[in-house]
């Protein structure tokens, strides 16, 4: 046992630290830090400044832009991206269909979407998500039925986020309703957003913003040269690009910037002239959240640590429990440090009210939803009784 | 970075799980040992002494080992995990600890030799009725006259404080600060009544009056090393209470495996599965500050923070685990026969042995403001 990281680690870290606080503009990082929706255009530039300098895809295969580090590197590259307030690389792109195209597509399909998918070339969506088909993402029912040389698509998804932004969808299409199980009859299928028969759908959320969406296929045409892999294996990549949509998930440097954003606004607001700061309980409150924030840190690094042989450890489905609760406690912590303020959301130019107390229940409200999606934490609870406790 | 126990730890470990488990069987091998005094097994003492445990962390040439923290955690994890309660903790990593970092070469060589071969039992006295967790004396006085010391007072609950054959006590010294000093068992003007604490172990009352003492090493104000030994110590209960969690979820998964009501086991009910992965979510929480602050101190970072930070994670955990590994099993649990109900009153004997999870959210609460963030890996731990 070592507390330490070698010197190698450490100057990488203080390598990553650097770049990420230098090279990436700031009036993004601005923006993330104040919990603002990052336009289309931020999200691109932050994106291809990190593929310039060879940080956006490093988990990707090292012929198609990746690093070959080890777990315990990534997870140096992403705590340090969360705490310098950088944007991650699009989730669609870096984590999601940019590993099923470089571990499942032909030679083609690699060449033709990856170096896009890793520069935001590309902007991709997922169509996933149905209405009747959330946690339980077998049961989806758009269907893909071939004609010819193409699919035809009919059919919805749902919770598309950032769809409104996107150029191309990779969407779960049932190719084969008589199939035994319902897992085996599901195809993965790409295709850009403008082609005839989607439309979409903004759907509004409780915090007054617009990320996620409806898509709406009819008789979509899409060449059978975009199938992913093979025919009716969809469920198999979708469970490749699950497994990778929780890496990271835990999101510990990103709830420790918040923690020390709580830190500064309790020295902002006063109570009957002493900061609020110097309140026992609210100092008690940061402290408890920072030790249980300390713990996950430690079991992340712990399951990277150990995770060099391909298997994953066993305190890795915490990571995703743990995680969002801490985000969503650090979210709530900060609602109650703007008290009274909090309730100026929308307030404009003219305001006293401090734009983090603005931004402050929005975020809070938003952030619910991290305990629902990349696998709701009743379904990681169901993981843990069932494969870790054998009950 | 590495949170692997290399080969020798792993020996260790086999070792003194091998040991323990001939001991304690089951838990009904417990009970009969500790129904009588002096509440644990003297035989299992001196075999522990014979694998060289009670000299452990203690430097070769005061007859010790020279082993480091982690061994130290792996045999108190073992311990934990069956609930044995030979005093490890206590004397060999608390009351031995404080003569190892305070004692002079004598008294390191007198007391921690014969710790080591299992010839003698030290116990730290050091909690006074109606105080709370403190690193300091108020209610024990000692005074100096010549070159000999006497000290008055009332010391309890002492642990162990029966049966040890030497008492490490801290008292308030005449120019103020605390100091340490040993007291042999059968040191004139001390009143020992020993009684059973509510997890099967010891505890006494202890009364000094004029009671001639010895002061460890050079006498004077000894707050630091208490402060250092008391935070070791917590290191080391977080161990403790890791196997002793650890085994209150294992029996308790498994009663949910065989359990059957209305026509079925347990674990098909899932109110009862999500709450037992959300025991194993605390387990796993508090294993990994345990494992951190056992390397910090390794390391030689701030060894009080880090211990305050197990604490506080452990408290947490042991209250969640003890509590509802009880609740899941029902009534059976509430029963003294049955397992389960040990392990919640002994991680509830930890918690309140040195500092429990608010005493020690106190204690970092009142450093926040000093900092931005806490990095684990950085300063002031490694």
Known sequence: ?391 | MNFDYDSEQNDLREAVRGLLARAYPDSEQRRAVVSADPGFDEKTWSRLAEMGLLGLPFPEDDGGMGAGPVEVAIVAEEIGRVLAPEPFIEAVVLAGGLVAAAGSAAQRGEVLGALAEGGLVPAFAHAEPRTRWSTTAQGVTATQDGGSWTLTGVKEPVPNGARADVLVVSAVLDGGGTGLFLVPGDAEGLARTGYRNHDGTRSAHVGFENTPAEPLGDGGDQTASIERALAEARIAYAHEALGAMDSALRITAEYLKTRKQFGVTLNKFQALTFRASDMYVSLELARSIALWASMVQEAGGDVVQAADRARLQVSRAGRHIGEEAIQLHGGIGMTAEYSVGHYTSRLTAIDHLLGDGDWALARLAATVNSYETVDPLGAPYA
């Open chain 1, 1 to 391: 046992m070592r507390l330490q990281l070698s010197p190698e680690l450490e100057a990488f870290r203080e390598e990553m630290r650097t770049y990420f606080t230098t090279q990436v503009p700031q009036e993004i990082r601005d923006t993330v830090a104040a919990h603002r929706h990052l336009s289309k255009e931020q999200y691109v530039e932050a994106m291809r400044t990190l593929n310039a300098a060879g940080l956006a895809v490093p988990h990707w295969p090292v012929e198609w832009g990746g690093k070959d580090w080890t777990p315990l590197q990534r997870h140096i590259w992403r705590e340090e991206m969360q705490l310098a307030n950088v944007p991650e690389p699009l989730p669609f792109n870096a984590s999601m269909i940019g590993p099923v195209i470089a571990a499942f597509g032909s030679q083609e399909q690699k060449e033709r979407f990856l170096p896009k998918t890793a520069n935001l070339d590309i902007w991709w969506c997922q169509g996933f998500s149905e209405p009747d088909a959330g946690s339980d993402l077998a049961s989806l029912r758009t269907t893909a039925v071939r004609d010819g040389d193409d699919w035809v698509v009919n059919g919805q998804k749902t919770w598309t986020t950032l769809g409104q932004h996107a150029d191309w969808i990779f969407c779960l299409c049932r190719t084969d309703p008589t199939a035994e199980k319902k897992q085996r009859g599901i195809s993965l299928l790409v295709f850009p957003m403008d082609s005839p028969g989607v439309t979409l759908r903004p759907i509004e959320l409780i915090d007054g913003g617009r990320e996620v969406n409806e898509v709406f296929f009819e008789d979509v045409r899409v060449p059978a040269e975009n199938l992913i892999g093979e025919e009716n294996r969809g469920w198999d990549y979708a469970k490749f690009l699950l497994g990778n949509e929780r890496v990271g998930i835990a999101r510990i440097g990103s709830t420790k910037r918040l923690l020390a954003q709580a830190k500064e606004h309790l020295r902002e607001i006063t109570i009957d002239g002493r900061p609020l700061a110097d309140d026992p309980f609210m100092a008690a409150r940061i402290a408890e959240l920072e030790n249980d924030l300390v713990a996950l840190e430690l079991t992340a690094l712990r399951v990277v640590a150990n995770s060099a042989d391909g298997k994953p450890h066993p305190a890795s489905s915490v990571l995703k429990l743990r995680g969002s609760e801490l985000q969503q406690a650090a979210t709530e912590l900060i609602v109650d440090i703007a008290g009274p303020l909090s309730l100026a959301s929308f307030a404009e130019k003219d305001s006293d009210v401090p734009d983090w107390a603005r931004a402050a229940t929005p975020h809070y409200l938003n952030y619910r939803k991290v305990s629902i999606y990349g696998g709701s934490n009743e379904v990681q609870r169901t993981i843990i009784a069932g494969s870790i406790l054998g009950l």
